[in-house]
């Protein structure tokens, strides 16, 4: 049972142009989600949240929004550089001392 | 600040061998986590401390892995014996519960075990 789903395995974007990547959630106990980057051989880090107050969170080139009625949120980059190639996992988690669920990830390729 | 440490970062074992993993979190993080990844996976929890406490540990195999986190600072896990399906990249995090009260998670940079 994936609470937690990113049905694009792979994006394939230009230099310059908008990344978007998209994430559902069927757990509507959720409350908080995020945004992990995680290059070859490293950990995850910590890209990006949105709490589920709010619809939009920006900071930079990376925006979340957050549709609640749908369960649905999406990471735009703009504008893609090389360097954003990488695998963007979304998470989420509920209120309390709950852990992150993860998705399976999206590998995003930005061409130079 | 100095990140999450995690060792060894590569393990191969054969079959029904034992293994160990070491994370050493952020200093003054509380919350712990051991999280295992499967190749084309997203990170699953494995086990939660708090402190030297464990919150959550209901998805970790007890018949074969165990962890622990004494003095509420380094964590070890272990898997003895080992299956085939436990090859993985082992993954641990640590949270700061002071503060803002966010959740974000730090991660190490992991530990891709396989088993032959």
């Known amino acids: 049972d994936q609470q937690v789903k990113q049905n694009s395995p792979s994006l394939s974007v230009q230099e310059g142009r908008i990344s978007i990547l998209n994430c559902d959630y069927t757990n509507s106990m959720f409350d908080y989600f995020l945004w992990y980057k995680k290059y070859p051989a490293e950990g995850p880090t910590f890209l990006i949240s949105?709490?589920?107050?709010?619809d939009k969170n920006e900071d930079g080139r990376f925006t979340v929004f957050l549709n609640k009625s749908a369960k649905h949120l999406s990471l735009h980059i703009v504008p893609s550089q090389p360097g954003d190639s990488a695998v963007y996992f979304c998470a989420a988690r509920s209120s309390g001392n709950t852990p992150l669920v993860f998705g399976k990830g999206t590998r995003l390729s930005v061409i130079a | 600040e100095a990140g999450v440490a995690q060792s060894p970062r590569y393990k191969i074992i054969e079959k029904r061998q034992s293994v160990a993993f070491w994370c050493n979190p952020i200093s003054g993080h509380a919350t712990l986590y051991w999280y295992q990844q499967i190749l084309g996976q997203g990170p699953k929890l494995l086990i939660q401390?708090?402190?030297?406490?464990?919150?959550?540990d209901s998805q970790l195999p007890k018949d074969r892995f165990s962890a622990e986190r004494l003095k509420g600072v380094d964590s070890t896990l272990k898997i003895q014996p080992a299956k085939l399906e436990d090859s993985a990249v082992y993954l641990c995090?640590?949270?700061?519960?002071?503060?803002?009260?966010?959740?974000?998670?730090?991660f190490g940079p992991g530990t891709r075990l396989t088993v032959t």
């Open positions: 949105i709490s589920s107050i709010k």
């Open positions: 995090a640590s949270r700061s519960t002071t503060g803002t009260g966010t959740y974000e998670q730090y």
């Open positions: 401390f708090q402190n030297n406490g464990v919150v959550d």
